[in-house]
């Protein structure tokens, strides 16, 4: 038992070592790690705390990433809001949602998101598509209890409650 736990020890001392960086590693990893794909401020300084990059190099490091246009979070909104409704199919408040939780500023959501507000017909049109593809996967006879679920998913990917409702009434007299 005490084997156990000198490993176990001894694998969170090295873990812990690695993963303190210096300022110097941590630009250049993050210049690789946002590189890849669009990334927020708020997931760089995630990343940086959890590497133990103490709060005035946080600042300049990312002071640095937004000067050499490595993170952008106008650009990262944007490309997050494309993404996630044409792809995943999530609604205007899942995405802000989302946004909120990247640390992006609240000023900005509401700017990139204003676009799903003024596309709200074709909003409703990708939920009916999404609903009726639900709708053929519930083995439900009980139109009540399908209703419910329909209603419950349309809500859980961030669509309005009136929008849902409304589109639920569509799909259960198709």
């Not at 017909?121 to 009540?144: F, H, I, T």
């Amino acid at each position: 038992m005490r084997a156990i736990e000198d490993e176990r020890e001894e694998r969170d001392g090295k873990e812990s070592r690695q993963r303190v960086k210096t300022p110097d590693k941590a630009l250049q990893d993050l210049m690789r790690y946002a590189a890849r794909a669009e990334r927020s401020s708020g997931d760089a300084l995630r990343l940086m705390r959890r590497w133990g990059i103490g709060e005035v190099d946080r600042r300049q490091i990312l002071e640095k990433l937004q000067r050499q246009h490595f993170i952008d979070d106008e650009r990262f909104a944007e490309a997050y809001v494309r993404e996630k409704t044409r792809l995943a199919g999530w609604g205007i408040h899942k995405i802000r949602a989302g946004l909120r939780m990247k640390g992006i500023a609240p000023a900005l959501i509401e700017r990139v998101t204003q676009v799903l507000s003024d596309q709200r017909p074709d909003n409703k049109q990708r939920l009916a598509e999404l609903l009726a593809r639900k709708r053929r996967s519930l083995k439900e006879a009980d139109v009540y209890k399908v209703k419910d679920k329909l209603i419950r998913f349309g809500m859980s990917r961030g669509f309005d409650y009136e929008d849902v409702a409304d589109v639920v009434q569509q799909v259960l007299q198709d």
